[in-house]
């Protein structure tokens, strides 16, 4: 076991955001690494949030943006269990994270669970008419169209675009962090952007 100094624990606690014990423990875990201490504290919030993700999500908070311009705004709505949690800096962070998210990358669904069934099927034959009248032989074509489609999901759903802050994680994963932090379910119901003229 390492012996863990407070200056690495003040790191991995700037780094990461986790309580003072959980980046003592995280540290001891890795020999005083702080960056693997980092990926330890994260998968361990990870599976912490896949723990959470039946329970029941009613509480919350309604956040939102507006461009300085006054030309964009944006509503979101974060559910959470508890009206606790709903008040703590970390869950007004992470929906002021989100607002900036859907204003900056103008997602059109939460999840990939909310494309309608026949948009879904459009696209994927356009992606498979395209890379068959490029020549491509059907099972070439078929991954091909599947890459596209998947790019298509990830640019169009909020939940798994890359975070504006930090492209390393999807917005998916920087709310699994906050519920690895927090205890909580935490649940994007929906969200609404405005822009003058669109």
Not at 77 to 105: G, R
């Amino acid at each position: 076991m390492a012996n863990v100094t407070t200056a690495q624990i003040k790191e991995l606690r700037e780094l990461s955001g986790a309580g003072m014990l959980d980046c003592r423990n995280a540290l001891n875990e890795c020999d005083g690494d702080v960056k693997a201490a980092q990926e330890w504290l994260r998968r361990k919030g990870m599976a912490k949030a896949e723990s959470k993700a039946s329970r029941n999500a009613s509480e919350g908070r309604i956040g939102c943006y507006m461009h300085h311009t006054g030309k964009l705004g944006v509503l979101v709505e974060l559910f959470c269990e508890t009206d606790f949690v709903a008040n703590t800096e970390d869950f007004k962070n992470l929906l002021d994270d989100i607002c900036l998210q859907v204003a900056s990358m103008h997602p059109t669904y939460v999840s990939r669970q909310d494309i309608p069934e026949e948009i879904m099927k459009k696209e994927l034959d356009g992606y498979m008419k395209a890379a068959m009248e490029s020549g491509k032989p059907q099972q070439i074509a078929e991954k091909m169209a599947q890459g596209q489609a998947d790019k298509y999901i990830r640019e169009m759903c909020l939940l798994e675009q890359p975070f504006v802050k930090d492209e390393s994680v999807t917005i998916s994963d920087k709310i699994k962090q906050t519920i690895g932090k927090l205890g909580e379910n935490i649940v994007v119901k929906r969200f609404c952007r405005m822009a003058v003229g669109e």
